[in-house]
C-alpha cells in the first residue's frame, strides 16, 4: 500500500519549457487535489477532482492544466514554464470530507 | 476577511511548556475540522481531527467552538520533535473541498 506517489521528485526547467506531474493513489479515493507551496505561504489549491473524468479550478489555476482519466492517477501539466510558478507541489487524495493524504511533493524550479 | 485564519508565529517556547494555538474560520456551514503537522520541506501530515466534544491523544487537545467559529490545539510537556508547523483545516459548508490555514509555526528549545 504505497498511498499517493508523486514523479518526479524533483524537476528543473527553462522558461517556455513543458512538463507534467503524475500523482498516484492506490487507496481508491474519489477526491485529488494539486497543491502549491510557496515559502512563507501556506498551502494554495490549484486544481481538484471529485471523481474520474471530472477536474475543477481551485484558487490558483492560471498557467496549469490536469486530466483525471483513471480514478487513481491526477496529472498535473505545465504547458509554458515561467518562474512564478517555480514551487513545491504537493498532491493530495481523499473521500469527500475525510482526511486528506499526501504525497511526497515535486521541487520544481524554473529558470 | 480569509476563510480559515491562523496566527503565523513563530511560537518559541522550552522544553517542557504548555502551547496552544487557535485557528478561526468564516464559514458557519463547516463541517469538519482538522490539524495538520508539517515538518519543513515535508508533505503535511494529519495531526488529529477535531470533534465537536473535544478530543484527546495523548499530549494533544484539540477543541471545537461552534458559536465562535474556532478550534483549538494545546500541546502538553512540549517536546523538541513537536518543531514543526501546524496546520488548521476547515471543510464543508456546501462543499468538500478542504481550506487551509496558513499554519502556524513551532519552535521548541532546550
Known amino acids: 500500500n504505497a498511498g499517493v506517489t508523486q514523479t518526479p521528485k524533483f524537476r528543473v526547467l527553462k522558461t517556455g519549457q513543458s512538463m507534467t506531474l503524475l500523482c498516484a493513489q492506490d487507496m481508491n479515493h474519489e477526491y485529488m487535489y494539486w497543491y502549491r507551496q510557496d515559502p512563507g505561504m501556506g498551502l494554495r489549491l490549484i486544481h481538484y477532482s471529485v471523481g474520474e473524468g471530472t477536474t475543477a479550478k481551485g484558487e490558483v489555476p492560471d498557467g496549469y492544466n490536469v486530466s483525471r482519466l483513471k480514478k487513481q492517477n491526477f496529472l498535473l501539466g505545465l504547458e509554458s514554464a515561467a518562474p512564478s510558478q517555480t514551487s513545491v507541489y504537493f498532491c493530495?487524495?481523499?473521500?469527500?470530507?475525510?482526511?486528506?493524504?499526501f504525497g511526497p511533493g515535486t521541487r520544481l524550479t524554473v529558470l | 476577511r480569509k476563510e480559515v485564519e491562523q496566527d503565523p508565529g513563530p511560537f518559541n517556547v522550552p522544553e517542557g511548556a504548555t502551547v496552544a494555538f487557535n485557528c478561526t474560520y468564516s464559514?458557519?456551514?463547516?463541517?469538519?475540522f482538522f490539524w495538520y503537522r508539517q515538518d519543513c520541506r515535508k508533505e503535511p501530515k494529519l495531526l488529529m481531527s477535531?470533534?465537536?466534544s473535544g478530543n484527546e491523544d495523548g499530549r494533544f487537545t484539540a477543541q471545537l467552538n461552534r458559536a465562535s467559529q474556532y478550534i483549538s490545539l494545546l500541546i502538553r510537556d512540549s517536546k523538541l520533535s513537536d518543531s514543526a508547523t501546524y496546520l488548521c483545516?476547515?471543510?464543508?459548508?456546501?462543499?468538500?473541498?478542504?481550506?487551509f490555514g496558513r499554519g502556524t509555526s513551532l519552535i521548541v528549545h532546550p
Open positions: 483545516v476547515v471543510n464543508g459548508g456546501g462543499s468538500y473541498i478542504p481550506t
Open positions: 477535531v470533534y465537536s
Open positions: 464559514n458557519s456551514a463547516s463541517q469538519s
Open positions: 493530495a487524495s481523499s473521500y469527500a470530507g475525510t482526511q486528506q493524504f
